[in-house]
Nanobody, 122 residues
Framework: QVQLVESGGGLVQAGGSLRLSCAAS????????MGWYRQAPGNKRQLVAG???????YYVDSMKGRCTISRDNAKNTVYLQMNSLKPEDTAVYLC????????????????WGQGTQVTVSS
């Protein structure tokens, strides 16, 4: 079983930056693919970014150019650097992991973290 522990959320003014971290523990094959979803009240859960151990990367269009996902395979940790944040980026950000890339980007990863709140004030 994979455990995911997120950190780095908080309150930031519009235009500011935040860096989210997520440390994974468990079977390394279970987190070949890791990523971040977000969910705001009343909205559907949305994939923000994903990355495989081999370096394949996905970004949602609304975050392209404003965020960078990276991972340290030795530490089993994935990071999400977000810049030029907007109020509409306010959401709970959830770290996810799965053995399979298709499951992660398809919205059905096996493992989820508890989430970290990101609030962007205008």
């Amino acid at each position: 079983q994979v455990q995911l522990v997120e950190s780095g959320g908080g309150l930031v003014q519009a235009g500011g930056s935040l860096r989210l971290s997520c440390a994974a523990s468990g079977s390394m094959y279970s987190f070949n693919a890791m990523g971040w979803y977000r969910q705001a009240p009343g909205n559907k859960r949305q994939l923000v970014a994903g990355i495989t151990a081999g370096g394949s990367i996905y970004y949602v269009d609304s975050m392209k150019g404003r965020c960078t996902i990276s991972r340290d395979n030795a530490k089993n940790t994935v990071y999400l650097q977000m810049n030029s944040l907007k109020p509409e980026d306010t959401a709970v950000y959830l770290c996810t992991a799965d053995r399979y890339w298709a499951k992660l980007i398809g919205g059905h990863p096996d493992s989820w973290g508890q989430g970290t709140q990101v609030t962007v004030s205008s």
